[in-house]
């Protein structure tokens, strides 16, 4: 039992809890130092299953450690640490704790060696991450947060029903590989795919995301969808269908993202499509597609932070972040523009960046299996996240058209944050041998084949190109303040619409059914009423002789009910 | 506002670096003749394939989703302009 405690998600969750009680200096260097320990306590701790414990009688292993758990582990940790250090000058200490249990608890759940522990770690990150977006204190992120706690407590609620119809028809509870005939792998299926934001199940995402605090979209973006990545990885690799719906999911999001005009909800469509090159690669389930999987998660999780971190210093300094409102910021913020670019080049896969080292293993994979349609899907996303994150992001509020706002560079603890994340992509692409040894099979990959190097390039460059073209020609749709409708529009205006519909036809037919009996009941009361009043039938003086007809009527019935037979 | 001026500041440097582009793509292309590809499908190998993808790709997905603008365009207080929340949108 004392040994479960020995975990590196529960002393990041207990750290996390200490935080209110201590003073700033010390809370500060006390945050630094809890994930470092917890990443020196999972590099400690010996691979394979431990921390038993018995739950209602159910026998859990809160503790697996092998190399798919670990590698997302090691991930996470860092993660948690970047956000650490990029939101070190914040005083509202609800977020910091809010950071720390969130990392901790999607920490736990990688790291859960049974679908319960899985399902209670998951419930936690949903329900501490939505502090994140509360802590605006808005009306606004109020709602939003809301519906994002319902969609995530949801796909909660399915977890737990798929492991109870799992644990009634087989009596484990066990996490390993799944196949979707099995009895309830479907529901467990579904919960994975609303975290991973599958489309149409997508739209929490873009939703939440940009409505979170400067520092708490940093946080979001890194954990709760790579948690469902390698939930998937770890319970339906090779799944068939996960190919299509990957492939899917690195389309759709980029016609979203060209056209929007908050540039984090642009990075949150962009999260998307890149969620969609490893739930493809999840689907292939060779070991170089889950390789691919794994490591594109790795370098996506340090790419996307080092973008939302840059994104929010300009929230944090401008006040906004609508690419119609800003441009030319490259004058005041130009370490922030620098560490951007590294960013945005090493999401669109640029030789010698991250990207280009892990992307590429995921789409070899795919062509190992000569799935030439998903491939073409694949590349053909691969020239869409050039622009909305290669080239929308940074040009659009670093460049463009001069805005005229000017503000001071990024604060200090933000700047190395997000060099620590350049420094990172660009190791990672310099040199990727490390991040290999990681993963969870032994492979000998190389990413810098000629043919590579220069067929990329040649993407990337010729599809610059286009932008090029069609920037300077004006025909690139120009940033304009206003909302794109996703399929969000089905529960926040078509569902409200037809209840509304539903009730007002209820309405009507209550009243046109209630009308005519309640018009000749007025009717009847006005005529009763008429009798009453001073000269109506019931007040008039009347004739002495009408009434001994009355009396002598009523006498002659006395009578009659008196005779007897 | 006396803020000096900035070497992207003029058109003609702007020029200057999307020559430098169309220069570098043009050598790429070049380039496709001066090596063995190794490809795992056929029309991998075609000359030049991958820069005319790329390029018709991105055109491609811009302009379409200039055209899905047109469809899913709405105010920013769409979802706002009636009930709560309004006020700090």
């Known amino acids: 039992m004392l040994e479960a405690l020995l975990n590196p998600a529960l002393l990041l969750i207990a750290g996390g809890l200490l935080l209110p009680l201590l003073h700033e200096i010390p809370r500060k260097l006390f945050m630094l130092a809890l994930p470092a320990a917890s990443l020196a306590l999972l590099c400690w701790l010996p691979a394979g299953d431990a921390g038993e414990i018995e739950f209602f009688g159910i026998a859990m292993e809160t503790l697996r450690i092998d190399r798919l758990s670990f590698v997302f582990g090691v991930i996470f940790h860092i993660a948690a640490w970047l956000a650490v250090i990029y939101a070190l000058h914040l005083k509202d200490t609800l977020q910091h704790v809010a950071a720390m249990v969130y990392a901790g608890a999607a920490i736990g759940a990688v790291l859960a060696g049974d679908l319960v522990t899985l399902m209670l770690y998951w419930e936690l990150t949903a329900l501490s991450s939505v502090f994140l977006i509360w802590a605006r204190r808005t009306e606004r992120a109020y709602r939003v947060g809301m519906r994002y706690l319902i969609i995530q407590v949801g796909s909660g609620v399915l977890l737990i029903a798929g492991i109870a119809v799992r644990y009634v028809a087989t009596g484990s509870v066990d996490f390993e590989r799944m196949d979707l005939a099995e009895p309830g792998a479907p529901l467990i299926f579904l919960a994975f795919g609303i975290k991973c934001a599958f489309p149409l199940l997508h739209n929490w995402l873009q939703d939440a995301y940009p409505e979170a605090t400067v520092t708490g979209t940093v946080v979001l973006s890194a954990f709760t969808t790579k ?8 319970g339906f690799a090779g799944t068939e269908m996960l190919i299509w ?95 951007c670019i590294i960013g ?18 995921i789409l070899t994979a795919v062509a190992e299996e000569h799935r030439w349609i998903v491939w073409l899907m694949l590349l053909f996303a691969s020239a869409g996240v050039l622009d909305h994150s290669g080239i929308k992001i940074p040009f659009f ?54 043919t590579h190097v220069i067929t990329q390039l040649q993407l990337l460059l010729f599809a610059a190109a286009g932008f090029a073209v069609l920037y300077r020609r004006g025909w690139y749709p120009p940033e304009i303040p206003s909302l794109n409708l996703d399929s969000d529009w089905i529960y926040r205006r078509f569902a409200p619409a037809v209840w509304d519909g539903f009730l007002r036809a209820l309405a009507g037919g209550r009243d046109r059914a209630l009308q005519p009996v309640l018009r000749l009941a007025w009717r009847g009361a006005a005529r009763l009423s008429l009798a009453l009043r001073p000269n109506g039938r019931v007040a008039d003086a009347w004739p002495t002789g009408t009434m001994v007809l009355w009396t002598t009527l009523l006498l002659g019935l006395f009578l009659l009910a008196g005779l007897r037979p | 506002m006396n803020e000096r001026e900035r070497w992207l500041d003029s058109p003609r440097n702007v020029t200057r670096l999307v020559s430098a582009l169309y220069a570098l793509c043009a050598a790429l292309l070049v380039a496709d003749l001066f090596y063995d590809k190794q490809t795992h499908f056929a029309f991998e190998a075609w000359f030049g394939f991958f820069a005319v993808f790329g390029f018709v790709a991105y055109v491609f997905i811009v302009l379409s989703a200039k055209a899905l603008r047109r469809l899913i365009r709405r105010p920013e207080d769409y979802y706002e302009h009636r009930g709560p929340g309004k006020r700090d949108a």
């Open chain 1, 245 to 339: 719906i990957g492939a899917a999911m690195t389309l759709f999001p980029i016609f979203f993202a060209v056209i929007e005009n908050d540039l984090r909800r642009v990075l949150a469509y962009s999260l998307n499509n890149q969620l969609g090159f490893m739930v493809c690669g999840i689907g292939v389930g060779t070991e170089l597609a889950i390789n691919g999987a794994a490591a594109h998660a790795f370098a996506h999780i340090l790419y996307k932070a080092l973008l939302f971190m840059a994104m929010g210093a300009v929230l944090f300094r401008v006040g906004t972040i609508k690419a119609s409102e800003l441009g030319g910021l490259y004058k005041s913020m130009p370490w922030t523009a620098a560490f």
């Open chain 1, 227 to 234: 948690l469902a990545v390698y939930a998937l990885a770890r």
């Open chain 1, 344 to 361: 945005s080049l090493s999401i669109s896969s640029f030789p010698l960046l991250s990207g280009f080292v892990t992307k590429s293993m």
């Open chain 1, 397 to 450: 509020s670093f460049f463009a058209h001069d805005s005229g706002k000017r503000c001071a560079e990024a604060p200090a603890n933000m700047l190395v944050a997000m060099a620590l994340a350049a420094a990172l992509c660009i190791g990672i692409g310099l040199y990727p041998a490390p991040l290999y040894a990681l993963l969870p099979f032994d492979l000998d990959y190389d990413a810098y084949s000629v």
